[in-house]
């Protein structure tokens, strides 16, 4: 499985945006971009998920390079809600794959009132 | 909608003592993943299930580990015997398809092996 780079941690102020960055200069053709957060305490969520083109949901943005080597994640306006570790992922969506993903260690968001 | 249901949501037992946790995922999902987390190696996936059929165990660190999932709305893990190196966070996911879709976690199961 392709790998993935994130810093370990960072901080924002609230009500500010967060761009998250990841590098996956390893990606394969077939891989798509997934993020993941995971809150205190809780579970990790599904956050957004892209191939090539940007992607907006109501949680977050998704911003791909043209070379599909790297990507951010865009939290417009930053909420204490979101502090929560921020999980890259990169999963295959070609025939035979299996769906797993394999979490790295994530980017721990901090943010400050 | 409830959710991934997972229990107990806390277990505190003593080495050398089997542990079972559950799982029922979400109603109509067909993939069905087993995670453990743990401070020094992350999240890590252990086994998952496709229309109720185990499809990779690779991750499952040893023959104390065992997974089962009798139909299509409960699995259990089960560890026996435990040891004090088991003790983690264990989730479970389920997700629609294999391929592709979100995987919707629940709430896991605190383990501690004395």
């Known amino acids: 499985d392709a790998k993935t780079t994130q810093p370990n941690s960072m901080e924002s102020n609230e009500e500010e945006p967060v761009h998250l960055p990841c590098n996956h200069s390893t990606i394969s053709g077939t891989d798509y971009i997934h993020w993941y957060r995971q809150l205190p305490s809780q579970g990790p969520e599904y956050v957004i998920h892209g191939l090539t083109s940007n992607v907006n949901n109501r949680m977050a943005s998704l911003a791909i390079a043209e070379d599909r080597k790297s990507s951010t994640l865009i939290l417009h306006r930053a909420t204490l809600r979101d502090a929560a570790v921020y999980y890259c992922i990169l999963r295959g969506h070609g025939s035979g794959n299996t769906g797993k993903l394999i979490f790295g260690q994530g980017t721990t968001l901090q943010v400050k009132p | 909608d409830a959710g991934v249901i997972q229990s107990p949501r806390h277990e505190v037992t003593e080495m050398g003592q089997e542990v079972t946790l559950r799982c029922k995922p979400i109603s109509g999902h067909n993939s069905l993943f087993w995670y453990r987390q743990t401070m020094m190696r992350g999240l890590e996936l252990l086994i998952y299930?496709?229309?109720?059929?185990?499809?990779?165990d690779s991750g499952m660190p040893e023959d104390r580990f065992s997974a089962k999932m009798p139909n299509a709305s409960f699995s259990t893990l089960k560890i026996q015997p435990s040891e004090p190196r088991d003790s983690a966070v264990y989730f479970c996911a389920s997700s629609l398809q294999v391929r592709g879709n979100e995987q919707f976690f629940g709430p896991g199961t605190r383990l501690t092996v004395l």
């Open positions: 299930f496709n229309n109720n059929v185990p499809i990779d």
